[in-house]
C-alpha cells in the first residue's frame, strides 16, 4: 500500500480528462493506499469534489491567487511545500504543457529520477514499473525510478479511466509563494474553443494535399460532425495553410485519439512519430504508394476533396438517426 500524490489540472472551469487517467494510475500504484490529489487556483473549489470519483482520498485545495496562471517558479514552490506535508511514496503529474515543465524542475528539487510520458503503469514484483514510446513510438520500454520514489508524468488518452468512489476528504492549504522571478501579465490563446487536440477521441487532420486555407473546410465540417478537433502535418504548417499550434508530430504535438483521419498527408517518420499510437488510423491520399497506407487500418485511396465531404455527409446520416 502506497501513499500517492497526484496533480490535477483544470481547463475552462472543466477536470481535464488526463486528470482521471493520472488518479486511474495512482489506483494501480496506491494498492489501496492512499491518493491524495492537488486541485489548483480558484477554479480548484468547484471540482475537487469530483475527483473522489476516480480514487482521491484526501484533496489539497491551493487556492492562492499567484498559482491561477502557471509559473514554473510558484508551482514548484507550491508542490514542495505539499511534498514535505504528505511524503508520499509515489508522484504522478500529467503530460500536459504544465506537467512537461513542472515534473523536471520537481524532480530536481527534490532530488528523484523521474520518467516522462508514460503511456502504461503496472506492479510488477511489488515495484512500479512505467512503460514509455521510444524511437518515435516504433518501441517501447519499461522503466523504474531507482533514485527516490516512482515518479512519472502521464500522457492523455492511453490509460483507461477506472471509477473507484470514495469519501473525499478536502483540505485548502494556503502555501507561501515568494520571491517570483518572473509574472505573466496576460495569457492570449491562439485557438480560442473547440476540442483540446492533446485530449481530442477524434482528430481528422490535413496535410499539404489540403492545398490551401480554404481546402481545410471540408476537414472542419468532418470534425465538426463527428464532434472531433483538426490538425496538421508540418507540410501543411509550413505552407501557412493552418496555424502551427495544430501541428502534429516529432516537433508538434504527440496525440493519441480513438480516431485519426489523415487526409492528403503522406507519412513521413517525423508526421507519425505524433499519431503511430492512434487506435483507429483512417488515411485519404490519392497516391496509392503514399507510407502512411503502411501504418493506417483503412485506406481510401482518392481525392480528399470528394472523400471528405461524403464522409462528413454520411456520418451525419447516421449520427442523426442514432
Ligand atoms: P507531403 O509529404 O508533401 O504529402 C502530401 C500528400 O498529399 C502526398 O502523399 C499526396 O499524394 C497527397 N495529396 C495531394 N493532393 C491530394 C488530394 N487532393 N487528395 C488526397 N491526397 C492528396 N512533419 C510533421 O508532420 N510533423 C512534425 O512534427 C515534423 N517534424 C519534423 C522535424 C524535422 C527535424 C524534420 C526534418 C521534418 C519534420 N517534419 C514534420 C516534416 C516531415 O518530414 C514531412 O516533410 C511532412 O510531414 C510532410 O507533410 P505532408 O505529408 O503534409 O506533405
Redesign the pocket.
Known amino acids: 500500500m502506497r501513499k500517492v500524490l497526484v496533480l490535477t489540472e483544470t481547463k475552462e472551469k472543466k477536470l481535464r480528462g488526463v486528470s482521471q487517467e493520472v488518479l486511474t494510475a495512482a489506483q494501480r500504484i496506491a494498492e489501496g493506499g492512499e491518493i491524495i490529489a492537488v486541485a489548483i487556483g480558484s477554479e480548484a473549489t468547484h471540482y475537487a469534489h469530483l475527483l473522489g470519483i476516480y480514487g482521491a482520498n484526501k484533496v489539497y485545495i491551493l487556492g492562492n491567487e499567484e498559482l491561477d496562471v502557471y509559473t514554473t517558479d510558484a508551482y514548484t514552490q507550491a508542490l514542495q511545500q505539499v511534498f514535505d506535508e504528505v511524503q508520499p511514496e509515489a508522484i504522478l503529474l500529467p503530460h500536459t504543457a504544465i506537467g512537461k515543465d513542472l515534473a523536471p524542475r520537481l524532480a530536481a528539487r527534490l532530488r528523484l529520477g523521474l520518467v516522462s510520458d508514460v503511456i502504461d503503469v503496472q506492479m510488477e514484483d511489488g515495484e512500479v514499473i512505467f512503460t514509455r514510446p521510444i524511437y518515435s513510438g516504433k518501441a517501447f520500454e519499461k522503466k523504474k525510478v531507482v533514485s527516490g520514489i516512482p515518479f512519472a508524468t502521464v500522457r492523455p488518452n492511453n490509460i483507461p479511466v477506472k471509477e473507484n468512489k470514495v469519501t473525499v476528504e478536502i483540505v485548502r492549504y494556503p502555501v507561501e509563494i515568494k520571491d517570483l522571478r518572473t509574472i505573466v501579465q496576460d495569457v492570449v490563446r491562439k485557438t480560442a474553443g473547440g476540442v483540446d487536440l492533446s485530449e481530442a477521441k477524434i482528430i481528422i487532420s490535413?496535410?499539404?494535399?489540403?492545398?490551401s486555407v480554404e481546402g481545410f473546410k471540408p476537414l472542419l465540417e468532418l470534425a465538426k460532425v463527428l464532434g472531433g478537433a483538426v490538425g496538421?502535418?508540418?507540410?501543411?504548417?509550413?505552407a501557412e495553410y493552418c496555424d502551427y499550434s495544430l501541428?502534429?508530430?516529432?516537433?508538434?504535438k504527440v496525440v493519441t485519439p480513438d480516431l485519426y483521419i489523415a487526409?492528403?498527408?503522406?507519412?513521413?517518420?517525423?508526421?507519425l512519430?505524433?499519431m503511430s499510437n492512434s487506435k483507429v488510423v483512417v488515411a485519404?491520399?490519392?497516391?496509392p504508394e503514399?507510407p502512411?497506407f503502411q501504418i493506417a487500418d483503412y485506406g481510401i485511396v482518392?481525392?480528399?476533396?470528394e472523400?471528405v465531404p461524403l464522409l462528413a455527409e454520411e456520418f451525419k446520416k447516421v449520427l442523426v438517426n442514432s
Open positions: 490535413g496535410g499539404r494535399g489540403v492545398k496538421a502535418s508540418r507540410g501543411a504548417c509550413d501541428q502534429i508530430g516529432q516537433t508538434g487526409c492528403g498527408i503522406s507519412g513521413a517518420i517525423q508526421h512519430a505524433g485519404i491520399n490519392k497516391d503514399a502512411i482518392g481525392d480528399l476533396f472523400v
